[in-house]
């Protein structure tokens, strides 16, 4: 099936993002300017402006599937983070680097982080391809973040999470924000962190339902 992926793009972002309450003009901007068909396998090109999640993974090392987040969420969550074009953010959980290509053209830098070694070497290569050369992809432990990298302005977390870490919440620079999904399935909820005077804190934003990030569960304490 042929496919003409800018009219794919306008009809994603009239269909699914507008409709949502998202209404920034650079982040609508970005979203019809970034290929999403580059970020899926050439079998999954077709599906690209799908209204669901897209498996881009199995799991790396015993992990958990891995997606392309569906277009609306994303937008939304992205949008809650009000990022600036001065901004330097950490994207945990990159996959292969949409989310990344879109940061890459609202913030000033963009450090990119993955655990899947191949998904980070095809976020890497897909990103040089369109030119993004504002984002570093580097691979690693994704609830450890990139302190070297830090302090951010924004860290975005690309799937649902049991619980934030507080080593990500550490590595917020001040008056900085951090947006998740809390909680699993039709539980999740997208929270806003901000980081005012030394202190952090978080607000619920919206219900949210998202594939979960692997390597974010809870620690279960043991129980006599």
Same mark, same amino acid.
């Given at each position: 099936?042929?496919?003409?992926?800018?009219?794919?793009?306008?009809?994603?972002?009239?269909?699914?993002?507008?409709?949502?309450?998202?209404?920034?003009?650079?982040?609508?901007?970005?979203?019809?300017?970034?290929?999403?068909?580059?970020?899926?396998? /050439?079998?999954?090109?077709? #599906? !690209?402006? $799908? %209204?669901e999640?897209?498996?881009?993974? +199995?799991?790396?090392? =015993?992990? &958990?599937?891995?997606?392309?987040?569906?277009?609306?969420?994303? /937008?939304?969550?992205?949008? #809650? !983070?009000? $990022? %600036?074009?001065?901004?330097?953010?950490? +994207?945990?959980?990159? =996959?292969? &680097?949409?989310?990344?290509?879109?940061?890459?053209?609202?913030?000033?830098?963009?450090?990119? #982080?993955?655990?899947?070694?191949?998904?980070?070497?095809a976020?890497?290569?897909?990103l040089?391809?369109?030119?993004?050369?504002?984002?570093?992809?580097?691979?690693?432990?994704?609830?450890?973040?990139?302190?070297?990298?830090?302090?951010?302005?924004?860290?975005?977390?690309?799937?649902?999470?049991?619980?934030?870490?507080?080593?990500?919440?550490?590595?917020?620079?001040?008056?900085?924000?951090?947006?998740?999904?809390?909680?699993?399935?039709?539980?999740?909820?997208?929270?806003?962190?901000?980081k005012?005077?030394?202190?952090?804190?978080?607000?619920?934003?919206f219900?949210?339902?998202?594939?979960?990030?692997?390597g974010?569960?809870?620690?279960?304490?043991?129980?006599?």
């Amino acid at each position: 099936m042929s496919a003409d992926f800018s009219e794919r793009r306008v009809k994603m972002v009239d269909g699914q993002v507008r409709t949502t309450d998202v209404t920034s003009a650079p982040l609508i901007e970005a979203m019809l300017s970034v290929p999403r068909e580059a970020f899926v396998g /050439a079998g999954q090109q077709d #599906l !690209a402006y $799908i %209204d669901e999640d897209i498996r881009i993974s +199995d799991g790396a090392n =015993g992990g &958990g599937a891995r997606y392309l987040m569906e277009p609306s969420p994303l /937008a939304k969550l992205l949008q #809650l !983070a009000e $990022i %600036d074009a001065g901004d330097s953010v950490l +994207d945990v959980g990159c =996959g292969t &680097g949409y989310s990344a290509a879109l940061l890459s053209r609202l913030a000033r830098s963009v450090v990119a #982080l993955e655990s899947d070694p191949a998904l980070a070497e095809a976020a890497k290569s897909t990103l040089s391809g369109l030119g993004c050369q504002n984002v570093t992809v580097l691979a690693g432990p994704l609830q450890q973040g990139q302190a070297a990298k830090g302090p951010y302005n924004v860290i975005f977390i690309g799937g649902s999470v049991e619980e934030v870490p507080t080593a990500l919440l550490d590595q917020l620079a001040e008056e900085g924000r951090l947006v998740a999904v809390e909680g699993r399935g039709n539980s999740g909820v997208a929270r806003l962190f901000f980081k005012a005077g030394g202190v952090v804190t978080g607000r619920r934003a919206f219900n949210a339902a998202i594939k979960p990030l692997p390597g974010f569960e809870r620690a279960h304490a043991f129980e006599f």
